[in-house]
Each structure stands twice: as structure tokens, then as C-alpha cells.
């Protein structure tokens, strides 16, 4: 039993190391936002992105006026070619899905700032400037 447990926190450890090495190496993990203004001093929409080195994808969109969307799902970035894939699996209110629910969507993204902000190409949309939080 000790023997299993010893190996268990081994392997947490481990397990830990990597994760942090992997986020330390990609530019994109971390906690990003992002305001859209509708005229000077007036956001209309707010993004919160938190793209986790285990490759979960949070995402916290603010409407005004409108109300609070909440998505989640999976994420890679693939730095040879600076595009980041994402698919959102899950959304509240469930009501109102994302327009690409379900699919994957892959976008190219520049890295500036010493890595503190990220411009992400949206499809068929202006480009977003996220800024690194965290």
C-alpha cells in the first residue's frame, strides 16, 4: 500500500512538472481578455479566455447589454504555423450555442509584448487583441 502510494505522489509530481514545462514553452496558455467597444468608453461585448496547459478551453463572453455566456471545451496550438484550435463542447445558457458549436475552429494568432498579448484572426470577424492576465 505504501509502496502504491509513494508511486501515486511520484507520478503527481511528475505529471505536475510536465504540465508546467508545457505551459512554460507555450505562449498561448494562460488567462486572457479581451473589450470590444462599441464607441469610445462603451464595451459591448467582454472575453474572458483561460487556455489551460492540459488543454481545457474556459471562456466567459459578456454582452452588453445581452447578459453572460459561459463556454467550454479543448484547445491545441500549433506553433510552426501560429494557428490555435479550439472546440467548444459545452455552453450555458444552453439556449444559445456558439456558432460553431461542436466544431473545431482554428485560427492564426501573433504573439506581442514579450508574449502579453495575443491577436487572434476570427473567422469573417475583425481581428481580437487579447491581453495576457495571467
Known sequence: ?????????????????T???LAQNNPA???WTSILMARANDPYVSYEVQL???????ERMI????????YSGTWSYEPQS???TYTITRW?????????ANHAVTVRVEFADGGHTM????PGGVPLKFTKQR
Open 92 to 100: 450555458d445558457p444552453i439556449t444559445i450555442p456558439p456558432p460553431a
Open 119 to 122: 491577436v487572434m484572426d476570427q
Open 1 to 17: 500500500m505504501r509502496n502504491l502510494l509513494k508511486t501515486a505522489i511520484a507520478l503527481g509530481a511528475l505529471l505536475a512538472g
Open 82 to 84: 501560429s494557428m490555435l
Open 63 to 70: 454582452v452588453n447589454p445581452g447578459g453572460v455566456a459561459l
Open 29 to 31: 496558455v494562460g488567462y
Open 52 to 58: 489551460s496547459p492540459d488543454g481545457q478551453y474556459a
Open 19 to 21: 504540465l508546467t514545462a
